[in-house]
Every structure is written in C-alpha cells, then in structure tokens.
C-alpha cells in the first residue's frame, strides 16, 4: 500500500519534519514541559503503571527514536519501531542503542500475529486518511497480542486540519473510540486528555489512552 500521505511523508516534506523534531532526552523533555507541562515519561507512567519492563514493544512510525529512548529511560527493554521514512531510520540507528529499529509501512508490518505485547503510535494515526484508518489498526491489531497504546491529537469528531499549508495530511479525532469501534473485542484501560499549553495551540488537546485485548 503506497498511499498519498506515504508518498508525502517520504519526501522532502518528512525529512523537514525530522531535522525540526529532532532532539536528545533532555530537549525532548522541556518540548513537553513547554507544550503539555508535563514530560512524555510522566505521561507514559500514567498510562503504563503496572506493566511489566521486561514486556515486547513495537512503535509504529518512531521517526528517530526518540519515544522508544523515553522507554528505554523508564526500563523497558524489548523495543522495536518501524519507520516509513529511510532518512529518519538512517538518524534512528545513530541515535539509539539496543533498540530495533527497521524501515516499513505501518500497513504492512513485517512480524508475525501477536507477536509484541504492546503496540503503540505517537502523534502518527493524525496523518493517516481517515479512510485508510481501518487498514493501519488492523495491522497494529494484528501484531499486539495484548495492549495497544496512543497518544495523538483528539478531536470529538474526524477534522481535517491544514497542517503548513497543506491539506488533506493532518486530522485529529477520537482515536480511542475509532479502534473500539472497529474492534469491539478492545477494552479501555485508560484514557488521559492533555492540554495544549502554549499560545499557538491553546484550546487544542491530545489524547493518551491504553486498550487491551479481552
């Protein structure tokens, strides 16, 4: 599947993407503090308290790394992410250590059923057209044999929003919801809603939740 948002992504536009986002821990921690106030590991912990370290888990469009680093600080160990875009894996590898990182599509995702404990998304189901959804969960469904994990820009109802003058390549939408009506077997295990702090996104939220498999 090489759909238009794919393509886009794997462009000039996504390596813009990763040089701009692209920090150490300790930058990566104050973009949190300054947008959420809170940093990304605080927010994990809420979500993941109680999960055991030693549990195998793939994120899906990890960029360079930088999330899976986050778990790693907090002492998860199994971890792998896939990326669509070469460059952001080329940068992943450099900055990452013992941690899997291979180059591939969220909608075809090459390891077998059930194979991760958790499967997880940060800030990617918000670029994935609204009619190709079902696609990318069904992988991520697929491969997680227990919890699946996101944390992505949350919306009542799926909103299209013009994301640096282009359109049709950034939404944000119950994502939450999308997965449990899509795969009623899901169960919530936690939801946590994350306000936008800083000027420019003031009023705009993001949502963390945990599902598990019954």
Same mark, same amino acid.
């Given at each position: 599947?090489?759909?238009?948002?794919?393509?886009?992504?794997?462009?000039?536009?996504?390596?813009?993407?990763?040089?701009?986002?692209?920090?150490?821990q300790?930058?990566?921690?104050?973009?949190?503090?300054?947008?959420?106030?809170?940093? @990304?590991?605080? =927010?994990?912990?809420?979500?993941? %308290?109680?999960?055991?370290? $030693? +549990?195998?888990?793939?994120?899906?469009?990890?960029?360079v790394g930088?999330?899976?680093?986050?778990?790693?600080?907090?002492?998860?160990?199994?971890?792998?992410?896939?990326?669509?875009?070469?460059?952001?894996?080329?940068?992943?590898?450099?900055?990452?250590?013992?941690?899997?990182?291979?180059?591939?599509?969220?909608?075809?995702?090459?390891?077998?059923?059930?194979?991760?404990?958790?499967?997880?998304?940060?800030?990617?189901?918000?670029?994935?057209?609204?009619?190709?959804?079902?696609?990318?969960?069904?992988?991520?469904?697929?491969?997680?044999? @227990?919890?699946? =994990?996101?944390?992505?820009?949350? %919306?009542?109802?799926?909103? $299209? +929003?013009?994301?640096?003058?282009?359109?049709?390549?950034?939404?944000?939408?119950?994502?939450?919801?999308?997965?449990?009506?899509?795969?009623?077997?899901?169960?919530?295990?936690?939801?946590?809603?994350?306000?936008?702090?800083?000027?420019?996104?003031?009023?705009?939220?993001?949502?963390?939740?945990?599902?598990?498999?019954?």
């Amino acid at each position: 599947m090489n759909t238009t948002q794919e393509k886009f992504w794997q462009g000039d536009f996504g390596k813009t993407y990763t040089e701009r986002n692209s920090f150490d821990q300790s930058e990566w921690d104050e973009v949190y503090r300054k947008t959420w106030g809170l940093t @990304k590991i605080e =927010m994990n912990e809420r979500a993941m %308290a109680g999960l055991s370290k $030693d +549990i195998r888990i793939l994120e899906v469009g990890c960029n360079v790394g930088m999330q899976l680093s986050g778990f790693q600080r907090m002492g998860f160990k199994n971890l792998y992410g896939i990326e669509l875009q070469p460059y952001a894996v080329e940068k992943a590898k450099k900055n990452t250590k013992d941690i899997n990182i291979i180059q591939g599509s969220g909608f075809d995702i090459p390891f077998k059923d059930e194979y991760f404990d958790l499967v997880c998304t940060n800030g990617v189901l918000i670029h994935i057209a609204p009619g190709d959804l079902n696609k990318i969960m069904s992988e991520i469904f697929r491969c997680s044999n @227990k919890y699946i =994990m996101g944390f992505e820009y949350f %919306a009542e109802e799926v909103t $299209d +929003i013009e994301y640096r003058g282009n359109k049709g390549f950034l939404w944000k939408a119950d994502y939450e919801k999308i997965y449990r009506m899509n795969f009623p077997s899901l169960k919530p295990v936690k939801k946590d809603f994350y306000k936008y702090i800083t000027a420019s996104e003031k009023g705009n939220t993001d949502c963390m939740f945990l599902l598990q498999k019954k």
